[in-house]
Structures are given as structure tokens and as C-alpha cells.
């Protein structure tokens, strides 16, 4: 047994003779990165290993980084968390809710921040994603406009790549964040796929975050019903960031 409860696996890992590198051997796990656990009795658990705590940080970051390239954040949406972000004059509503839903203590797991550009709607949208990830958790990113071309290309994939999988994923995301919907192409494909997305997660109580311009009247009647009746819809009144008096100057 070890400072950790732990229990090393018997004869563990690979002995390293005296002299460079062996210092570095973990003394838990003695290289094999693999341990026992224990039961609640204190009893070691024989029939499970573990990571080692000497790996687990390692396989944590891994973890982390596949998620963010399946999240797919634009690059400058990297820095874009609650931490980031200034909660200006007529943006408090819009902050709270996003944090609320972001770490889902919120009554409900849609949100709708609305408002004209430069309000900070995206910055909101994209740090949910990245509490969901920190905890964890997949989300996907999606700039509505270019969503479907994206789809389209499936066509022509193959495996992760091909049409059916990139839906399915779009589908069944644990939190899937709708940036900028009103600006895509109104094709009769095109609406009657949003229709889909938007009913399977309605239906599978799956969490949906949507940034619009566009007032709520001006969206799909099939849309703008769900996202009003499910979920809480906030509208952002506060000026454009970057044409604050405050704001001129910098």
C-alpha cells in the first residue's frame, strides 16, 4: 500500500537498475502506471486497475485536448470563458444565465442570448463550451452559415468524416451551441434539417445553446416555438462594445 490507498500491482512494473532514470520511476506504481484500488473496507480490489496518479494528469490533458478539437471553437473563441469576459452594463442577465446553464443548476438546458452584433453573445456561447469541456464533458461548436455546407461535404467522406457520422454527432452532443442561426440559406434541406436537430434534442432533453440578430418573430415558427416554450430566451439591450463612450478611446 501506498500514501494514496492505492495498491501497487504485484511485482509492478519494470525494475530499473541503480543509476540514470531511476530516481524517475514512480514510487506508487513502479513504472507500470497501473494500480490496484482499494473497496470502502480497505480492502484492495484485485479485480480492477486504475491509472496511477502519476499518469493520470497526463491522460486528463489528453483527454481535455480531444475534446476541444471535437468541439471545434474558432481559434479566436480560445481565450472566450466566463473568466474572459466583462459583464458591461446590460449584459448581467444574459452572463448569469449563460453560467447558470453552464454548470447546470439552470431550470432549463436551452438557452437563447439574442441582440443585435457586438453584445457578446458568441463570447457567452463559446464559454459554456469550454466549462462543459473542463469538466469533462463533449460540446460542439457550430457557426450555423457554414453548418450545412459542412454536412454536405460528408457526402463525400468516409468513417468519422462521412455525412451520417457528422450528423449523428451534431444529434447526440451532450451540448451543441448554435452560433449565428437566421443567416443560414433557406432551403427547403436546409430548414428541414434544423427542424430534426432541434426535435431530437428537444425530445432527448439534450442541452442547446443558440445566438441569433434576428428578432424571435423573424425565425422558422417550428424554431422559434421550441427555443421560446423549452427554453429561456434573453435578450441583450446593451449598446455595441465596441462604440461605448468608455470604449472610443481604446
Given at each position: 500500500?501506498?500514501?494514496?490507498g492505492?495498491?501497487?500491482?504485484?511485482?509492478?512494473g519494470?525494475?530499473?537498475?541503480?543509476?540514470?532514470?531511476?530516481e524517475?520511476?514512480?514510487?506508487?506504481?513502479?513504472?507500470?502506471?497501473?494500480?490496484?484500488?482499494?473497496?470502502?473496507?480497505?480492502?484492495p480490489?484485485?479485480?480492477?486497475?486504475?491509472?496511477?496518479?502519476?499518469i493520470?494528469?497526463?491522460?486528463?490533458?489528453?483527454?481535455?485536448?480531444r475534446?476541444?478539437?471535437?468541439?471545434?471553437?474558432?481559434?479566436k473563441?480560445?481565450?472566450w470563458?466566463?473568466?474572459?469576459?466583462?459583464i458591461?452594463?446590460?449584459?448581467?442577465e444574459?452572463?448569469?444565465?449563460?453560467l447558470?446553464?453552464a454548470?447546470?443548476?439552470?431550470d432549463?438546458?436551452?438557452?437563447?442570448?439574442?441582440?443585435?452584433?457586438?453584445?457578446?453573445?458568441?463570447?457567452?456561447?463559446?464559454?459554456?463550451?469550454h466549462?462543459?469541456?473542463?469538466?469533462?464533458?463533449?460540446?460542439?461548436?457550430?457557426y450555423?452559415?457554414?453548418?450545412?455546407?459542412?454536412l454536405?461535404?460528408?457526402?463525400?467522406?468516409?468513417?468519422?468524416?462521412?455525412?451520417?457520422?457528422?450528423?449523428?454527432?451534431?444529434?447526440?452532443?451532450?451540448l451543441?451551441?448554435?452560433?449565428?442561426?437566421?443567416?443560414?440559406?433557406?432551403?427547403?434541406?436546409v430548414?428541414?434539417?434544423?427542424?430534426?436537430?432541434?426535435?431530437?434534442?428537444?425530445?432527448?432533453?439534450?442541452?442547446?445553446?443558440?445566438?441569433?440578430?434576428?428578432?424571435?418573430?423573424?425565425?422558422?415558427?417550428r424554431?422559434?416555438?421550441?427555443?421560446?416554450?423549452?427554453?429561456?430566451?434573453?435578450?441583450?439591450?446593451?449598446?455595441?462594445y465596441?462604440?461605448?463612450?468608455?470604449?472610443?478611446?481604446?
Amino acid at each position: 500500500m501506498n500514501s494514496t490507498g492505492e495498491v501497487c500491482l504485484p511485482g509492478g512494473g519494470s525494475h530499473q537498475s541503480e543509476g540514470a532514470g531511476a530516481e524517475s520511476e514512480c514510487p506508487i506504481c513502479r513504472g507500470a502506471q497501473i494500480v490496484h484500488p482499494r473497496l470502502e473496507g480497505g480492502r484492495p480490489d484485485y479485480s480492477r486497475v486504475v491509472p496511477c496518479v502519476c499518469i493520470r494528469a497526463k491522460l486528463e490533458a489528453v483527454k481535455k485536448k480531444r475534446l476541444l478539437s471535437m468541439c471545434e471553437l474558432p481559434k479566436k473563441a480560445l481565450k472566450w470563458t466566463f473568466e474572459t469576459f466583462e459583464i458591461l452594463p446590460g449584459l448581467e442577465e444574459a452572463y448569469e444565465a449563460a453560467l447558470e446553464l453552464a454548470e447546470e443548476r439552470a431550470d432549463s438546458n436551452w438557452l437563447t442570448l439574442m441582440g443585435g452584433t457586438d453584445r457578446g453573445k458568441t463570447h457567452l456561447l463559446t464559454a459554456i463550451c469550454h466549462r462543459w469541456l473542463d469538466k469533462g464533458k463533449p460540446a460542439r461548436y457550430a457557426y450555423v452559415p457554414v453548418l450545412f455546407d459542412e454536412l454536405r461535404r460528408g457526402f463525400r467522406g468516409e468513417g468519422d468524416l462521412s455525412y451520417d457520422a457528422r450528423w449523428d454527432f451534431f444529434l447526440s452532443v451532450p451540448l451543441l451551441a448554435l452560433d449565428d442561426l437566421g443567416t443560414e440559406n433557406k432551403t427547403n434541406w436546409v430548414q428541414e434539417r434544423l427542424d430534426t436537430l432541434v426535435d431530437y434534442r428537444l425530445t432527448r432533453g439534450l442541452a442547446l445553446v443558440v445566438t441569433t440578430n434576428l428578432p424571435m418573430e423573424d425565425l422558422p415558427f417550428r424554431i422559434r416555438s421550441r427555443l421560446s416554450r423549452e427554453g429561456r430566451v434573453v435578450y441583450i439591450a446593451a449598446p455595441e462594445y465596441h462604440t461605448r463612450p468608455d470604449r472610443r478611446a481604446s
